[in-house]
């Protein structure tokens, strides 16, 4: 029967296309992998039923394309949103996605937990998966992707591909908010357990195949709404023990990445400076092209950080106005312009060198 001829080889026309696309539309990189916390997060936790951190109620996604929750803690797109766009891959699908199998995982996986840090504690009491966790479900990912590919092609992706890594902020958060922690180590104690966990891990995706590394640092946590409301800024100043502490984290991040970069063959590690720029919009919100740089569009409380961000408490109406979008993360404007630095930005944001430049490094 010739019609029901037609229509089957249609299918297997239409079939050929879309297994084609992969190399019509060539991406930079063969995959995308990334590792941390809130601020990468594009949904994991929603599928952990033991997760208390999670962005799945309006208004988080009011922006996103469709409009919706997506989990992620934002009004739209976070940075590595914009980065997998700019590589020409899709969003990394969710590790903890039930499809997250065999063929989905060969562009890459995000293993990142909103409320986790670099310290397995952190978070964990709400259920985030801490970074070694993230590492361990790497490398189940990673034997997968060897048998669905051989161990020679894998090894290649993995080399050729470009991984991210955003964490520290809830341990320096944590730790701010809590008496006895500080009563067990000073600040500078803590920041060199944290950046020795940082390089841990680093070195521990290097020892699995890891060649371009994109190490973010941490935001200026005192001016988060959240600090700002916690410490009662009368002006809403940046809470300043906290940003000392903050930036001391960096620098020790930055130094130390740089000498492990020198010291692993064949390795090359980005730092990612969103401090200065996150800074810069926050004391000087309209050169950064918004309205209002210390608080948040989502929240209630004179900085928008005395409450979490729900459909019973206080939003905006133009999330692109302000640096922040509810207690403690930024909007999708501060995330385009901090993903624009870190894909084309000069030294002083990506050092030593950009995405663009690390692609064909
Ligand atoms: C890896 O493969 C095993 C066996 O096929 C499967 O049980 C597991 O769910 C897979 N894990 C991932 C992350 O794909
Ligand atoms: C929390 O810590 C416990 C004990 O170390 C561990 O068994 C559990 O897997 C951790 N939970 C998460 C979600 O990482
Ligand atoms: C790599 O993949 C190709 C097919 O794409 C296959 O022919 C080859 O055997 C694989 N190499 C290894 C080392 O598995
Ligand atoms: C505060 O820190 C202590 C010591 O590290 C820890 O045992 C405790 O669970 C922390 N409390 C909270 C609320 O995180
Ligand atoms: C990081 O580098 C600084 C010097 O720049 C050093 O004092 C510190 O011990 C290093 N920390 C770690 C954990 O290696
Ligand atoms: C990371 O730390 C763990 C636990 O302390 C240790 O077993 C492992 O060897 C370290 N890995 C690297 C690459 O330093
Ligand atoms: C929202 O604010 C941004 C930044 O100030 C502005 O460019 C945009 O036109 C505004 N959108 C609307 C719908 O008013
Ligand atoms: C970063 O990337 C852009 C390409 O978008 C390039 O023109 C620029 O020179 C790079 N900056 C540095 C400092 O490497």
């Known amino acids: ?13 239409l079939l050929s296309l879309v297994m084609l696309q992969p190399s019509t539309h060539a991406s930079q990189v063969p995959a995308f992998f990334v590792f941390g916390d809130s601020t990468v997060d594009t949904g994991n936790n929603n599928y952990l039923p033991n ?20 989990g992620r803690f934002c009004n739209g797109k976070l940075t590595d949103d914009y980065i997998a ?24 996986v995000n293993f990142a937990s909103a409320g986790s840090g670099l310290l397995d504690q952190t978070g964990n009491a709400t259920g985030s998966i801490s970074f070694s966790k993230q590492l361990q479900n790497f490398i189940d990912v990673l034997r997968n992707i060897s048998q ?27 730790y701010q908010l809590n008496v006895s922690q500080r009563a067990q180590f000073n600040a500078k104690q803590f920041n060199s357990l944290l950046v020795s966990k940082a390089l841990n891990y680093t070195q521990t995706l290097y020892n699995l195949g890891a060649r371009k ?20 800024s009368p002006d809403g100043s940046c809470i300043r023990r906290i940003n000392s502490q903050t930036k001391d984290f960096n620098a020790g991040l930055q130094s130390n990445i740089s000498t492990l970069a020198s010291q692993l063959p064949g390795v090359h590690l980005v730092y990612g ?20 740089g210390h608080k948040a569009c989502c929240g209630d409380g004179k900085y928008g950080g005395a409450s979490g961000c729900n459909p019973t408490v206080y939003v905006c109406a133009n999330a692109s106005q302000y640096v922040f979008w509810d207690l403690i993360h930024p909007t999708q404007h501060m995330y385009i312009i901090l993903a624009n630095g870190l894909i084309s930005g000069p030294q002083s944001i990506a050092s030593p060198v950009n995405i663009s430049n690390l692609v064909n490094m």
């Open 85 to 108: 766009e700019f590589l020409g891959l899709p969003y990394p699908i969710d590790f903890y996605n039930p499809q997250a199998q065999g063929q989905k995982l060969l562009q890459g």
């Open 148 to 174: 669905s590919i051989g161990q020679g092609n894998a090894t290649k992706l993995i080399a050729g591909s470009i991984f991210l890594i955003s964490s520290g902020g809830n341990d320096l958060l944590d």
């Open 213 to 232: 590394m994109v190490i973010v640092s941490s935001a200026p946590l005192g001016c988060l709404p959240v600090a700002l409301t916690v410490f009662h």
């Open 273 to 292: 400076n969103v401090y200065d720029t996150i800074l810069a919009a926050i004391q000087n919100p309209t050169r950064s092209g918004f309205k209002y």
């Open 51 to 70: 997760s208390l951190t999670r962005a799945d109620n309006p208004p988080y996604g009011r922006d996103f394309d469709p409009p919706g929750p997506t």
């Open 1 to 13: 029967m010739a019609l029901g001829v037609l229509p089957a080889m249609s299918v297997i026309a």
